[in-house]
């Protein structure tokens, strides 16, 4: 099977398994009075995993699930998540950061930015939800809650997508540096 | 090829970016039975059912997940319901001090219109505090000269006879029990007359015993003791009649010369709150 079609299918399944897994499980339990949102974090890893346009694609496709599954305003999160995906695919796609501590970051900043985004529509859709402490306090706890998942979330999506993936960075430096060759990237 | 891949980039993510536009301007556009609105609630009743299986299925990771909450949850309730506990039992045993003075207060007020001892300068007094001696039994109250207590006056409660004052300060007085070894008051049986004098018995710190009794006096167990008091000024006591004393608990050699009547004080000594002190022996004279 064509390596794209592989890449789709895989994507496919863990849009699917992240949507099911958030809407049955994860928006069910209360943790510090909020709920965690994996979505994001899904969305972001495969920024970084699979690159910007696969990663806006998958945005896309998953708002549309996630907004449909919910009777939420069709296009919506996948504005934001289009938006999600494509700029955490352009981080690896331009830093190719390697610290172990790129998904923790990445987790939480892909939550408070899918927060904000959130926040952003829905005020420029004219809701009605006046900004209080009570609110930003639910935004911030909900943020620190999702990038505790961030990295048990990070190991699932990269196990999901390793096989698959045609230009890993880490294994082709890998492979570059026990061959005695050159990183790609540091003749770049 | 680099500016293809480029510009391919950023024709999928404007593509993807006016997609999602235009989903919703479509979807806000149209009614709630427009075409967008139809395809969504037909794909979500198709989900529904996974949906729902897969709740069923995840039931017990929520489980589990809400169960460790719950723990922490519940440590921190428990914390709150057991400093909860605490004032409420606090608030317990205020309720049941304030019960008990209320029942002595009451007491006291029947007592006094039982012995029509209201115009006797009753001074009402708080117990301060209790010797822990059992020969020396006083009790400090917080009435003093300056409230009109003199030594020597007699001290009541609701219960019956307390003792007589014995030390008097500005603002306290000191109350020899009638269970101290000293105290000695003239007493008589209610339901006979039989007069005698109680004292307390040696030995025996928390009763007391009639003495100076006949022979011919019949005392049965079980019958009230009262002072035998006067007004009579001529011989002034320095008790009112009839308060009460005790319960006949049993009588020794009874019908002889040396009889002996054991009597247990109606006022439990170690128990007592609130007393009155009898300021003036005559109503309407000091």
């Known amino acids: 099977m064509h390596p794209i079609v592989l890449l789709i299918l895989r994507l496919a399944a863990i849009g699917v398994l992240a949507v099911v897994l958030q809407v049955s499980a994860v928006s069910q339990l209360t943790i510090f009075g909020t709920n965690a949102d994996v979505i994001p974090l899904v969305v972001a890893f495969v920024g970084l995993l699979a690159g910007s346009v696969n990663a806006a694609a998958f945005g896309f496709a998953v708002g549309i ?37 790129v998904p923790l970051a990445l987790g939480a900043g892909a939550s408070a930015a899918a927060a904000f985004g959130f926040a952003l ?28 998942l961030a990295l048990p979330v990070y190991a699932g999506v990269r196990r999901g997508l390793l096989s698959v993936l045609p230009d890993d960075p880490r294994r082709r430096r890998r492979r570059a540096y026990t061959t005695g060759g050159m990183s790609p990237l540091s003749r770049s | 090829m680099h500016d293809k891949t480029i510009r391919r980039r950023r024709a999928v993510l404007l593509g993807l970016v006016v997609g999602s536009l235009l989903l919703l301007t479509a979807y806000f556009g149209e009614s709630a039975g427009g075409g967008l609105h139809a395809v969504q609630r037909g794909v979500s009743g198709v989900l529904s059912p996974v949906q729902e299986g897969a709740s069923r299925a995840l039931k017990p990771v929520r ?7 719950d723990t922490f949850a519940a440590k921190g309730e428990n914390e709150q319901l057991t400093a909860d506990l605490a004032q409420a039992r606090q608030i317990k045993a205020d309720v049941n001090a304030l019960t008990r003075e209320n029942v002595e207060l009451r007491r006291m007020l029947d007592m006094n219109e039982r012995l029509q001892i209201q115009d006797m300068g ?30 020597g006056q007699p001290v009541v409660t609701g219960s019956g006879l307390v003792g007589t004052v014995d030390t008097v300060g500005s603002n306290f007085s000191v ?40 022979a011919t006096d019949d005392v049965r167990k079980g019958a009230t003791l009262v002072t035998s008091g006067t007004s009579d000024p001529r011989f002034p006591s320095p008790f009112p009649p009839d308060v ?9 050699d009874p019908g002889s010369d040396s009889q002996v009547i054991h009597v247990r004080p109606f006022v439990d000594v170690r128990d007592v709150n609130f007393v009155e002190v009898i300021t003036r022996m005559q109503p309407g004279r000091s």
């Open chain 2, 175 to 214: 109350v020899k029990l009638v269970t101290d070894a000293d105290f000695g008051a003239g007493a008589k049986v209610s339901e006979g007359g039989v007069t005698g004098v109680v004292r307390p018995a040696a030995g025996a710190p928390r009763e007391l015993r009639m003495d100076y009794t006949e």
């Open chain 1, 65 to 101: 699930f996630i907004d449909t599954a919910l009777v939420g305003t069709l296009g919506l999160s996948s504005l934001v998540y289009v938006a999600l995906g494509y700029g955490a695919g352009r981080l690896r796609e331009l830093r190719d950061p390697q610290s172990s501590l």
């Open chain 2, 63 to 69: 489980d589990g997940v809400g169960w460790v909450g």
């Open chain 1, 121 to 148: 529509m829905q005020f420029l859709l004219g809701a009605e939800a006046p900004v209080s402490f009570e609110l930003i306090r639910q935004l911030v706890v909900a943020t620190l809650v999702s990038t505790l």
């Open chain 2, 244 to 252: 009460l004393i005790g319960k006949v608990t049993e009588v020794e």
């Open chain 2, 122 to 151: 009753l001074v009402p007094a708080r117990v301060i505090s209790r010797s822990p001696n059992v020969i020396n039994q006083v009790i400090k109250i917080n009435r003093g000269s300056s409230d009109g207590v003199r030594p």
